[in-house]
T-cell receptor, first 114, second 109 residues
Framework: EAGVTQSPTHLIKTRGQQVTLRCSPI?????VYWYQQALGLGLQFLLW???????NRGNFPPRFSGRQFPNYSSELNVNALELEDSALYLC?????????????FGQGTRLTVV | KQEVTQIPAALSVPEGENLVLNCSFT??????LQWFRQDPGKGLTSLLLIQSSQREQTSGRLNASLDKSSGRSTLYIAASQPGDSATYLCAVRRNQFYFGTGTSLTVIP
């Protein structure tokens, strides 16, 4: 069974540009979480989607947004990139929202803003 | 607001030693606690999941305990190996995950 897949694995963007990161959850999983892990910092919660709806978002500016598609895959969009957006972006999926099931993470997308 | 703390921040042990990693959290209203492993620059690998009603889970050389009332969890690694070298993260979950800052483990051959 395929795990959580994220694309691209690496990308380099220029400050001010926009970027879209993608996440495909494990088959049957309806919840997707996005986290940011900047170098030397802990995992910061960005967004939680379940059954196509945004259920919660972390303390990030509105230029961080996303969506979840009918097949439960998800996109994270970041507009007007800033140098401090350079980080590993991690996506996780679980079978149900917010609850008791085990969650699995992808390998992440390494974003570098120059 | 939920706060998760992991102690120690870093640990270096000789191969074969048994070790304990600690995790504490401030709000006991959780659904579960999950231990993860992260290799440098990589994603998170799930190690063990403990539901809020459980006290303990075991997988191979790993054993995790949970005392929800006191807000503590431990991850016990038996007979450590160099391949165990990684950062270990605990996360408590209620709607979202709240992560600790991790324990960086180095197992010396």
């Amino acid at each position: 069974e395929a795990g959580v897949t994220q694309s691209p694995t690496h990308l380099i963007k220029t400050r001010g540009q926009q970027v879209t990161l993608r996440c495909s959850p494990i088959s049957g999983h309806t919840s997707v979480y996005w986290y940011q892990q900047a170098l030397g910092l802990g995992l910061q919660f960005l967004l939680w989607y379940d059954e196509g709806e945004e259920r919660n978002r972390g303390n990030f500016p509105p230029r961080f947004s996303g969506r979840q598609f009918p097949n439960y895959s998800s996109e994270l969009n970041v507009n007007a990139l800033e140098l401090e957006d350079s980080a590993l972006y991690l996506c996780a999926s679980s079978p149900m929202g917010g609850g008791i099931a085990e969650a699995f993470f992808g390998q992440g997308t390494r974003l570098t803003v120059v | 607001k939920q706060e998760v703390t992991q102690i120690p921040a870093a640990l270096s042990v000789p191969e074969g030693e048994n070790l304990v990693l600690n995790c504490s959290f401030t709000d006991s209203a959780i659904y579960n606690l999950q231990w993860f492993r992260q290799d440098p620059g990589k994603g998170l690998t799930s190690l063990l999941l403990i539901q809020s009603s459980q006290r303990e889970q075991t997988s191979g050389r790993l054993n995790a305990s949970l005392d929800k009332s006191s807000g503590r969890s431990t991850l016990y690694i038996a007979a450590s190996q160099p391949g165990d070298s990684a950062t270990y993260l605990c996360a408590v979950r209620r709607n979202q995950f709240y992560f600790g800052t991790g324990t960086s483990l180095t197992v010396i051959p």
